[in-house]
T-cell receptor, first 113, second 112 residues
Framework: KAGVTQTPRYLIKTRGQQVTLSCSPISGHRSVSWYQQTPGQGLQFLFEYFSETQRNKGNFPGRFSGRQFSNSRSEMNVSTLELGDSALYLC????????????FGPGTRLTVT | AQSVSQHNHHVILSEAASLELGCNYSYGGTVNLFWYVQYPGQHLQLLLKYFSGDPLVKGIKGFEAEFIKSKFSFNLRKPSVQWSDTAEYFCAALDAGNMLTFGGGTRLMVKP
């Protein structure tokens, strides 16, 4: 069974730009969660999608948004990028929710200059 | 908001030493607890989890964790570590709102 895939793996953007990251969950998994990982703040929950609906949202500004498609693939978008948005963005999928085992992807390393 | 604390940020042990990594959570209600591990160059993966029942949970690779409700703790243990246990370990708690909160992580280095 293929694992969680994330594209692109690395990205360099300039302040003020916007970016879209993509996540393909494991086949059959309906829940997709996004996390931001930084050396200073650790792993922070961004949001969770289930059946194309945002089910939970972490404490991030509205510049961070996401969506899920009917095939469970998910995208997250960050608008008006700031230097502090530089981080590893991890996607995790699970059967129904985070209460089940989450399978993490390799992450997208975003650098904002 | 719930918080999860891992007090040991870096731990260095020799092979065969015993390991205990501390984890404390703040949520007072029903909580599900997890330990995830990230080996160098690999994805985060689940080590073990506690939902209910026996507070002593056994996971993969000889790891175990004990849930102590009165102390809001879920410490990870292994009687004898190996060099291959070198990794970063994350404790996480899932509250009733289904929000998963991670601790800051503990980097474990095992010297051969």
């Amino acid at each position: 069974k293929a694992g969680v895939t994330q594209t692109p793996r690395y990205l360099i953007k300039t302040r003020g730009q916007q970016v879209t990251l993509s996540c393909s969950p494991i086949s059959g998994h309906r829940s997709v969660s996004w996390y931001q990982q930084t050396p200073g703040q650790g792993l922070q929950f961004l949001f969770e999608y289930f059946s194309e609906t945002q089910r939970n949202k972490g404490n991030f500004p509205g510049r961070f948004s996401g969506r899920q498609f009917s095939n469970s693939r998910s995208e997250m978008n960050v608008s008006t990028l700031e230097l502090g948005d530089s981080a590893l963005y991890l996607c995790a999928s699970s059967l129904e929710s985070a209460a089940y085992e989450q399978y993490f992807g390799p992450g997208t390393r975003l650098t904002v200059t | 908001a719930q918080s999860v604390s891992q007090h040991n940020h870096h731990v260095i042990l020799s092979e065969a030493a015993s390991l205990e990594l501390g984890c404390n959570y703040s949520y007072g209600g029903t909580v599900n607890l997890f330990w995830y591990v990230q080996y160098p160059g690999q994805h985060l993966q689940l080590l073990l989890k506690y939902f209910s029942g026996d507070p002593l949970v056994k996971g993969i690779k000889g790891f175990e964790a004990e849930f102590i409700k009165s102390k809001f703790s879920f410490n990870l243990r292994k009687p004898s570590v190996q060099w291959s246990d070198t990794a970063e370990y994350f404790c996480a708690a899932l509250d009733a709102g289904n929000m998963l909160t991670f601790g800051g992580g503990t980097r474990l280095m095992v010297k051969p």
